[in-house]
């Protein structure tokens, strides 16, 4: 049984809340990669930053849909979600616009788990953890070349 541990990369590139954006931006370019775990200086998996992060930032400020009551304005989303999404298009580090908490899987997940965790919830990269260290990343390419080992 193919597990986590026998196809995620050992020593992925990392970085951590204080990188600032652009650097992310070349990382993810350069190297061909959909996300990049964050870390603390602990090796901890704080947060991921994926190119649907970055993408976002460029998007206009979603502006609230408003309705009158007894002659007043009523915004009918939050205050406090514009106020997320105007930081998130704001961000000048990673920190401030990664996605915080994210989904990860043990060494000893299965390639099936793996495969539906990254279909169901449309993720390109799963960091791998042992408590709360990041020890691997395993991709959707990395479980597309078992296909290629079977032939």
Known sequence: MITAQDIMTADPI???PN???PEAARLLLEKNINGIPVVNDQNELVGIICQSDLVAMQRKIPLPSLFTLLDSLVPLSSISRIEKEIK???A???GEA???DPEFVARDTTLEELAEIMVKK???TLPVV???KLVGVVGKADVLKTLMKHE
């Open 14 to 16: 990392v970085v951590s």
């Open 19 to 21: 990188t600032e954006i």
């Open 88 to 90: 998130k298009i704001a």
């Open 92 to 94: 000048a580090r990673v």
């Open 98 to 100: 990664m996605t915080r």
């Open 122 to 124: 449309k993720y390109h």
């Open 130 to 132: 042992e408590g709360r």
